[in-house]
Structure formats: C-alpha cells, structure tokens
C-alpha cells in the first residue's frame, strides 16, 4: 500500500504564494514519478505538474512560469511552489504516484488539501 498525504493549502490572496507538500509512504520508491492535480467545484481534475524519477518536469499551461514542482528523495517529498496566485487557481490540490508492480500501474491519490484564492 502507498500512502500520500498532502499538506500546505489554505487561503491566500491573489499575487500571493502557497507551497503545497505531499509526503510518501509505504511500499513507493523515493524516486517514483510524481504530480499534482486540482479539481475546482463543478469542474473536472486536471493535471497542474508532474516530476519523473530523473527530475523532468512538466506543466499545465495554466501554471507555467507561476508553478514549480520539486522532489526531495531523501524526505520522499514533492512539493508544488505556487506564485502569483490567481482566483482561478482556487481548488482541492491533490498528490498522485502511479506506481508499477509485477507490470500493473496503480493509481495513489492523497486526501486533497483546498487552496482558496481570494480576489
């Protein structure tokens, strides 16, 4: 079993910045690809960032140049760096670690954590 717990969202205004972190655990490499999605009320999830094993990096186009995501293998950590928050970033963030066993992949999702993004 894989654990991911996410940490960090809250109520920010707008220009403003939040880091979010999702902590692993459990049978997970500290290397296993990552990434971040965020569902907004009425709205579907979408990807935000993710981060392979090797430390590449991509993004939605919503949060280029503003996002950044990040890993600390040591902590089995990623983190997603928010700046210049907008109102339209004002979702439930959620962790994802699609990990391989015995060539099945299986989806983790940690529990969300909200970030309101006042105007």
């Known amino acids: 079993q894989v654990q991911l717990v996410e940490s960090g969202g809250g109520l920010v205004q707008a220009g403003g910045s939040l880091r979010l972190s999702c902590a692993a655990s459990?049978?997970?490499?500290?290397?296993?690809?990552m990434g971040w999605y965020r569902q907004a009320p009425g709205k579907q999830r979408e990807l935000v960032a993710t981060?392979?094993?090797?430390?590449?990096?991509t993004y939605a186009d919503s949060g280029k140049g503003r996002f950044t995501i990040s890993r600390d293998n040591a902590k089995n950590t990623v983190y997603l760096q928010m700046n210049s928050l907008k109102p339209e970033d004002t979702a439930v963030y959620y962790c994802?670690?699609?990990?391989?066993?015995?060539?099945?992949?299986?989806?983790?999702w940690g529990q969300g954590t909200q970030v309101t993004v006042s105007s």
């Open positions: 994802h670690a699609p990990v391989m066993s015995l060539s099945i992949k299986y989806d983790y």
């Open positions: 459990g049978k997970i490499g500290s290397n296993n690809p």
């Open positions: 981060i392979t094993s090797s430390g590449t990096t």
